[in-house]
């Protein structure tokens, strides 16, 4: 079963900061997910990424598959960027394909 | 597109009472999945399904079961509440395995 980390828990933030938060998982996979919980209890996926790279406005995703790592960073952080931020990695050996979900980053960003 | 729907959006029960979630999606997705989310936990999958007919168990199936009997339509269903299953009830749906997952809005169980 795969096992994924978070880092940090709890993250607090000025507007305008570069933001970065870490996600470690414990086994080989194809594709690690980013996704954002709201604070109103909302779930949307950010990025689905198996190597590289990826951009979305000022979101960026990496990833580096040697060293079982990613990171998301937010670049020029806002108050509206508040929320929760989990990553999520495949299940192998568990319910197979799916989804480990680490326990979240929850991200305050402050005016 | 409603995408992924969810209900009810909040429901409070008595220890040993049954009730039935619904999740409907209209993405011909697949792929569906149930799953609870609890203070300081991720979230962790009880059900899922990999077609209309389908079922399988996830991490935590215990108290509950499932039906798909449409393709758009997976429900999740509790025999007998019990207080641990308090908890915030997220179904999800995907093309395909290994896709990105679209989440429903969530339910809010109380069970006393």
């Known amino acids: 079963k795969n096992e994924v980390e978070q880092s940090p828990q709890n993250l607090t933030a000025q507007e305008g900061e570069f933001i970065t938060i870490n996600c470690s998982y414990s086994?080989?996979?194809?594709?690690l997910h980013w996704l954002q919980q709201h604070p109103g209890g909302g779930i949307v996926s950010l990025f689905m990424l198996s190597s590289g790279k990826k951009k979305h406005g000022r979101l960026i995703a990496t990833i580096n598959i040697q060293e079982k790592h990613s990171s998301l960073h937010i670049t020029a952080s806002h108050p509206r960027d508040s929320a929760v931020y989990i990553c999520a990695v495949p299940n192998y050996g568990g319910s197979q394909g799916n989804l480990i979900f680490g326990k979240g980053t929850k991200l305050s960003v402050k005016p | 597109n409603a995408g992924v729907t969810q209900t009810p959006k909040f429901r409070v029960l008595k220890t040993g009472q049954s009730m039935t979630l619904l999740c409907a999606q209209d993405?011909?997705?697949?792929?569906m999945y149930w799953y609870r989310q609890d203070p300081g936990m991720g979230l962790r999958l009880i059900h899922y399904s990999v077609g209309e007919g389908t079922t399988a168990k996830g991490e935590v199936p215990d108290g509950y079961n499932v039906s798909r009997l449409k393709k758009q339509n997976f429900l999740l269903g509790l025999e007998s509440a019990a207080p641990s299953q308090t908890s915030v009830y997220f179904c999800?749906?995907?093309?395909?395995?290994?896709?990105?997952?679209?989440f429903g809005p969530g339910t809010r169980l109380l069970v006393l």
């Open positions: 086994v080989g996979i194809s594709a």
């Open positions: 993405m011909n997705h697949e792929y």
């Open positions: 999800a749906s995907s093309l395909h395995s290994q896709e990105t997952q679209y």
